[in-house]
T-cell receptor, first 113, second 110 residues
Framework: NAGVTQTPKFQVLKTGQSMTLQCAQD?????MYWYRQDPGMGLRLIYY???????DKGEVPNGYNVSRLNKREFSLRLESAAPSQTSVYFC????????????FGPGTRLLVL | QQQVKQSPQSLIVQKGGIPIINCAYE??????FPWYQQFPGKGPALLIA???DVSEKKEGRFTISFNKSAKQFSLHIMDSQPGDSATYFC?????????WGAGTKLIIKP
């Protein structure tokens, strides 16, 4: 049981390049999330998927797209990277029930030059 | 309306002391209030959580105090240890989303 996995761990892009961040969970959770974390700003929600087949914008969706490929996988795409997208990106999945919890992956550190 | 305001931004406490981190919210539709702990280079992990029909919850050395009328909640860490040094986030649940505070960087000095 790996929990939430993310690839790559670290990436350097040039302005204008595109890339896809991959996320997978093996906990059979319905809901999945993409966040970015910048110093002093906590976590900001980019997109989320309440269930397979649905996606919704979060607080900061501009410049990003997502795909909920199946129940396990939720990818984040940067079509044309900008220096303002330099950040640490976290994927999470959510369990419901008595102790509602978001489980986070290890993060992807992205540097856009 | 959707914000969760967290303070202080940083906190230094001697070992054995009781750090207190405070959060405030406006939206009365929030129905779940978790605290997450994050160590450097790692993703956040759930520490403890409370629902608004409860005024206090304890798990080990960690306690949440919840004041529904004031729309405030706080985290207390009893007998703090250097291993508790981390960034702590409060949050509140609305619909499918977690609304996060900005985080408190806690340092426990030996």
């Amino acid at each position: 049981n790996a929990g939430v996995t993310q690839t790559p761990k670290f990436q350097v892009l040039k302005t204008g390049q595109s890339m896809t961040l991959q996320c997978a969970q093996d906990m059979n959770h319905n809901s999945m999330y993409w966040y970015r974390q910048d110093p002093g700003m906590g976590l900001r929600l980019i997109y989320y998927s309440a269930s397979e087949g649905t996606t919704d914008k979060g607080e900061v969706p501009n410049g990003y797209n997502v795909s909920r490929l199946n129940k396990r996988e939720f990818s984040l795409r940067l079509e044309s990277a900008a220096p303002s997208q330099t950040s640490v990106y976290f994927c999470a999945s959510r369990s419901l029930g008595g102790k509602e919890t978001q489980y986070f992956g290890p993060g992807t550190r992205l540097l856009v030059l | 309306q959707q914000q969760v305001k967290q303070s202080p931004q940083s906190l230094i406490v001697q070992k054995g002391g009781i750090p207190i981190i405070n959060c405030a919210y406006e939206n009365t539709a929030f129905d779940y209030f978790p605290w997450y702990q994050q160590f450097p280079g790692k993703g956040p992990a759930l520490l403890i959580a409370i629902r608004p029909d409860v005024s206090e919850k304890k798990e080990g050395r960690f306690t949440i105090s919840f004041n529904k009328s004031a729309k405030q909640f706080s985290l207390h860490i009893m007998d703090s240890q250097p291993g508790d040094s981390a960034t702590y986030f409060c949050a509140a649940t609305f619909n499918y989303q977690l609304i996060w505070g900005a985080g408190t960087k806690l340092i426990i000095k030996p």
